[in-house]
C-alpha cells in the first residue's frame, strides 16, 4: 500500500527497535571532565585533568597505573 509522502506504515524500518542508539546511559557518576584519578595500589586520589584519561598517569607515590575514581 503506498503512502505517497516516503514515511511508509509506522513501525517499520531504521531506528524504530530498542538498541539503535550509541551509549551515554552507562557513564559511571563521576565521570567526565572533573573527579579524581586514584591509585588501585596505595589509593593516592590526584585530580583528574580534562584531556588526559586516569590510565595514561602514573602514581606519583608509587608508580602504578591509576584508575577512574
Partial sequence: MPFGD????AGQGP?????MGR???GRRPGAGP?????CPACGKKIP???GV???T???PACG???ARG
Fill in 6 to 9: 516516503g514515511t511508509g506504515p
Fill in 15 to 19: 531506528g524504530t527497535g530498542r538498541g
Fill in 23 to 25: 551509549g551515554g546511559g
Fill in 34 to 38: 572533573g573527579g579524581d584519578c586514584i
Fill in 48 to 50: 583528574h585533568r580534562p
Fill in 53 to 55: 584519561p586516569c590510565a
Fill in 57 to 59: 598517569v602514573n602514581c
Fill in 64 to 66: 602504578v597505573r591509576l
